[in-house]
C-alpha cells in the first residue's frame, strides 16, 4: 500500500546518516547488557493524559544506552463505548479496534503516515491481547477505539548496524503497547477481568566466542552481540492466563525446556511491568 | 477486524460443537480424528513463467496458488560494515575467499517481500497483513533463509513470493497457504551463477543446470520413508484446544469454538551450521532434527460468539409473560449468568492457561507427530 | 495417518451418452446439431454434451434431457410461451434462452431451468434459514436465496399460547425469540414480484433449531444438492444405539441433522388443542441444547459425513440417497479397522460410499 496522497521522499535506497560525536565508541561493537538478566528497564506509566479521549495513558521506558536518556515513549487514547455507527450491525459485545502508529520520526529509517504492514501486525496483536482481557458482554452494541502512538521507538541511534531486522524492536513496542492500553482501558472504566501487561523475554548470545546463551529479560538489541529467540507475552496476573503469546526464533525442537523456560520468563517481565501499572492505577484513584 | 474471520453460529449450534468436540475422543463435525488434516491434492511448478510455484486446493474447492520470482538487486552498503573495492587483492585473494565463503554470507530481511492476496477482503486488510507477516516470520525466523539468496557482496537475489487465494476461503486459511509456500520454495530455482567474487553477476543461461533454492538429497526422490536431514523450508500448523482435546486444521466451525487458537512454525534442518544450544542432549541419530521457528496465538472467533440465554432466564420460555417474570425467576436468572449451565453456550473469557498453551506446543512438535508426517506426505509430492 | 496429499487427477472421466466415442467433445459441444438429435415435437435438440455427466444421475427431468445456453434459439414456433429463464428476440416470435439449463415444457410453457443457480423460493418449500438481522417487526432470514427472506413478527407462534395477541412487549423483546445467528425451519408462505420471501412458523413443526449439526449444500437446480422431494424431514432410527435423529433437508440446500426430541403431548395423551399449544411453546424458543449421549453425537456426525459425501460427488440429496447413504456408512464402518466409532467419510473413502450407492 503507497501513499498516494501525498509526496514522500524515496523510498529506501538511502541509508540514514551516522553523526560523528566526541564520545562515539567502536561502531561494531555492543555494548553489553547493564542490568541484572532478571530487571526489566524503569518505566514511567500515567493515566488521564489526554482530558479528550475517554480513557488515556502514557508510558515511558528509560533507555539503558544512554543513562537518563528515554527510549519508548508510548501514548495511548481510548474512545469510548460509544454506540455503533447505523450501518453497523448488531453486535452482542463491545466491537474493539485498535490502532497502533509509529510516528514518522519515531526509528531511523522515517515512516510514512499510512500505516504499514509491521504497524497492523502489533495492531492484531495487541487486539489479541486486549479482547481477552475486556469482559466485552459487558458493552452491547457499542463500539471502542484504541488508538496508540509510538512518539519514539526504542532504538538506539548511535549503532549504525541495523540489528537483523526490527522484530525484535517490535516486541518490545508491543509489550509496552500492550501494558499503556491496559492502563488507558482502565482509566476509561471498561470492565476487565484483570490487568494485562505485556514482558518480553529472549535467549541471547553476548559477545565473545563460545559464551553459553542466557536468557534475559526485557533485551534492548543493541546490548547483545545476537538474539537466538524471543518472546512476547500479553499476562492476566491473577487469573494466571496468557491472552497472547508471540514467539520467535530458532529453537530445538527437542528442548522445549529452553521455551517453557522463555515464557516463564516472558511472564514474569510481565508480573513487574503488571506491578507498575498496578501500582499507577492505585496511585490516580488517591 | 480480528485476526480470524467473524462467523454467523447460533448459540445451540455452538454448544453442540463445544460438547462434542469435548468429548475424549472428540467428535469433529466432519468425523475427522484429532490430528487429522483434510485431504487436499497438490502439485508443483505449475507456472513456466516462475522460479517456483504451487498449488493445493481442498475438496471444498479452496484453492491457493504460489509464484516465486526472484530479481537480482544490488545490496545497500551501510557504514561499519566493510567497504567493497572491486580492485582489491589478486587471483591470491579469491582463493582466501572462497574458503570464507560460508561467513561472509549476509542475509537481510529485506531481501524477501511477501505478500497474500485474499478475495472479498481489501488489500490493506490487517488480517491479510498478519498472515503474510506469520508466514514470513517463520521463513527468516533462523535467519539462514536469507542467505541462500546471497550472491557477492554488492548483489543479492530479491524474491518475491505471491500467494493468491482463488476463492474467498471457507476456514482460516494460514495452513494451506504455508502449505503452499512450501512446496514453492521446494520447488523454486535460481539461474546458475557464472560470474566469480563481487564482479557483476553474470549467470548462465540453462534452465536445466539452474540449482534448487532447497538443495535435495537423492534418496528424497526414492524413497519418502527415508531419513533426510536436509534444510525444509518452514511449515506453519494451525492448533486450537478445546477443554482437554488438541485437535489440528480446524475448520471454520471449530475454530469458533475454540479456547485458544495457535499458528505454530516449525522447520527441519540439517543442525551443522546452527548454533547448538542444546549441546547437554545426545543428538538424535535418526529422524529429523526439527526447530521451533514462531509461535502466534491466533484471536479466536469464539470470544465475539453471541451468548446463549439459559432456559431459567428466557423470558420466552414457558407460558409466563415478561411482565410476569418474578423475583424468584430474576434469581435463577443471576445464577445463569455467572455459572455455566450445560447445553448452554457462553463466549470464553480471559486467556488461556500456561499449561494448555504448553501442551499445545508440546503436541506439534513431538517426535515422530504431527509435523514429521505432514512433511513426510509433503516430500512424497512430485516436484516437476 | 493425519494428511493425505493426492496429486491433481485428470479431469472426470468422460462417460459419453450417445454411444459415440468418436465423436468428441468437441463436435457435440459444437452447434451444427448434426449428431441426430431426438427432435421432440418442434423443438431442435441437441445432446448434452458429455462434460455434464452429473446430470445424468439426477432424476430431475425425464430421459430426454436437453442442455441449452444462453443466447441459443429454443423455437421460432409461436405456440409456444415464453417462461422462466428464456427471452424473446424483438420483432421475431424466436424464444431464445437466457441462462443454460436443461428445457421443461409445461403444456405450452416453455422454461429454462439453469443448472447451478441460486435456491428461488416457491410458496410452500420448507426452508432452514439463519437470522442475520433483527428489524423492529420483522426479522431477515438467509436462506440462500439471492434476497433475504422476512419473517414477520406476526408470523410465528407467541409463547403463551395461540389466542394470545400480539403486544408491544413482543416487539420490545424480539431479539428474544429469534436473534442473529440463531437458525429456524420455516416454511414460504408468500412470495413478492422480485423474488423475495415471506416465512412463517405457525406450526408445530416449525421453529427454533438446536441439539444439532447444521451443513449447507448447494440447492436447487441441477447437480447435487438437496431435491425438493416428498419427505423434507423425517426421523430415522440410528445404528450404534444412537437413539433416532431427526433430519431437516431443507430445499435451499441447508440441512439440519439433530437429536429427536419427544414432544411431550405424545406421553401426556392429548390434553386439548390449546393445551398442547402451550406446553409445546415452552421450548420453542430455547437456545440451550438437551444432554446428548455420545453415541448420537457419533451418528449424527455421520450422517452429516453423507451428506457431504453426496454432494461432492454430485450426487442428489433427499431421504432414500441420505437413508440409504447412511446404512452404508454403517456398513463401511463396520468392516473398517477402526470399527463403527469411525466416522470419518471425507477424501476417498466418500468417493466409496458415492460408488457403492450409485453402482447398485
Known sequence: MTDRRRINGPAGATVPPIFDDAGLQDLTSSKGRSRAPNAIRKMYLKTGVTPSASGSAYLEIETSATPGVSGLKLSCSVHGPRSLPRSAPFSPHIVLSTHVKYA???????????????????????????????IADRWPKSGVDIIISIVEGDQDREASRLQGDEVWDMMNALSGCITVAAAALADAGIDCVDTVAGGVAALVQNAGEDSTPTIVVDP???????????????????????????????????????????????????????????????ETVE | MASSQHVLLSPAELAYLHASLSLTPPIRPDGRSPTQFRPLVAETGILPGTNGSARICFADGTEAIVGVKAEVERTAQRPGEETVFLEEGGAGDDEEEEGEAVDKRKGDASW??????????????????????????????????????WINRRFHWKLYLDIILISPPLS??????????????????????????????????????APYLYPRTPTSVAKPTATTTTTRPPITLLVMAVGNNIIFD?????????????????????????????????????????????????????????PAVANAA????????????????????????????EGVWRAPRGGAKRMVLGALVQKVLERGGVVDEVLDALEGVDLG | MPITILPPKPSRPINNNNNNPSEDDALSDSDSGVDGGDADGDIPMHHPPSKRTRLTTTTTTDATTSIVTPGEQITSDPQWMRGHGTYITPSTTAITSSVAGTITRTNKLLSVRPLRARYTPEVGDLVVGRIVEVQAKRWRVDVGSTQ??????????????????RTETDELQIRTFFAEGDLLVAEVQQLFGDGGAVLHTRSLKYGKLRNGVFVAVSGVGGG?????????????DAANGAGQIDVVLGVNGYVWISRHVETPDAEEGKAGITNMEESVSTTMYSSQNDRIEVETMREIARLRGVVTALVENGLRVDEDMVVRGYHEAVEMAMVSAEGSDDIYLGGEKGQQLAAALTGA
Not at chain 1, 515512516?111 to 504497524?119: I, K, M, Q, V
Not at chain 2, 504455508?178 to 553477476?201: C, Y
Request: proline residues 6%.
Open chain 1, 104 to 134: 514518522p520520526f519515531a526509528t531511523k529509517q522515517r515512516r510514512g503516515y499510512l500505516r504499514d504492514p509491521s504497524e497492523r501486525d502489533l495492531g492484531i496483536h495487541l487486539e489479541a491481547a486486549l479482547r481477552g482481557a475486556i
Open chain 1, 220 to 282: 534492548i538489541p543493541s546490548e547483545h552481540e545476537r538474539i537466538l529467540a524471543a518472546c512476547c507475552v500479553a499476562y492476566l496476573p491473577t487469573r494466571d492466563e496468557v491472552t497472547n503469546l508471540w514467539f520467535r526464533g530458532d529453537l530445538p525442537a527437542s528442548d522445549l525446556d529452553l521455551y517453557t523456560s522463555l515464557v516463564e520468563k516472558g511472564i514474569q517481565a510481565s508480573k513487574n511491568a503488571n506491578r507498575v501499572l498496578v501500582g499507577c492505577l492505585s
Open chain 2, 112 to 149: 524477501v517481500e511477501m505478500t497474500v492476496e485474499i478475495p472479498g477482503l481489501r488489500d490493506d486488510d490487517s488480517g491479510t497483513a498478519f498472515l503474510s507477516a506469520m508466514l514470513s516470520e517463520a521463513l527468516l525466523a533462523d535467519g539462514e533463509f536469507a542467505k541462500r539468496l
Open chain 2, 172 to 209: 482460516y486459511p494460514l495452513p494451506l497457504l504455508s502449505l503452499t509456500t512450501h512446496l514453492a520454495l521446494l520447488s523454486t530455482r535460481l539461474p546458475r551463477l557464472k560470474s566469480e567474487g563481487d564482479e557483476d553477476p553474470f549467470f548462465d543461461d540453462d534452465w536445466a543446470a
Open chain 2, 250 to 306: 480446524p475448520s471454520k466451525e471449530e475454530l469458533a469454538v475454540a479456547d485458544v487458537a495457535l499458528a505454530v512454525s516449525v522447520t527441519s534442518t540439517a543442525s551443522s551450521h546452527h548454533i547448538d544450544t542444546d549441546t547437554g542432549h545426545p543428538a538424535a541419530e535418526a529422524g529429523r532434527n526439527l526447530r521451533l521457528l514462531s509461535i502466534r496465538t491466533i484471536d479466536p472467533p469464539s470470544r465475539l460468539t453471541p
Open chain 2, 314 to 341: 428466557n423470558a420466552a420460555y414457558g407460558a409466563s409473560n415478561g411482565a410476569a417474570l418474578g423475583t424468584q425467576k430474576m434469581l435463577e436468572a443471576r445464577t445463569a449468568e455467572t455459572e455455566a449451565v
Open chain 3, 148 to 165: 433475504l427472506a422476512a419473517l414477520p413478527l406476526s408470523a410465528i407462534n407467541l409463547p403463551g399460547g395461540i389466542l394470545r395477541k
Open chain 3, 224 to 236: 447435487g444438492g438437496v431435491v425438493r422431494s416428498r419427505r423434507q424431514v423425517w426421523t430415522m
